[in-house]
């Protein structure tokens, strides 16, 4: 435990925004019905569990133009 809390300041800030791309996706995912490919089920299952790279790849391949 106390090896984590000597990491903690390192692990939060990435936690945060990890936290946020994620939020930040799902909600564009649950607006938006067109997608460049795939389903609205297929995005949150990548947002939710790929964590990091789930919403960096929405956002960069599977979103489509609004």
């Known amino acids: 435990m106390k090896d984590f809390m000597q990491y903690l ?9 990890e936290i946020g791309l994620a939020i930040a996706a799902l909600i564009h995912v649950l607006r938006h019905k067109h ?4 389903n609205r ?4 299952v990548v947002v939710l ?3 990091f790279i789930g919403p960096i790849l929405y956002f960069t391949i599977g979103r489509g133009d609004d």
Do not use: D, H
């Open 35 to 38: 997608y460049k490919f795939g």
């Open 41 to 44: 089920v297929f995005w949150v």
């Open 49 to 51: 569990f790929l964590e």
């Open 9 to 17: 300041p390192l692990f939060l800030p990435v936690a945060i925004v």
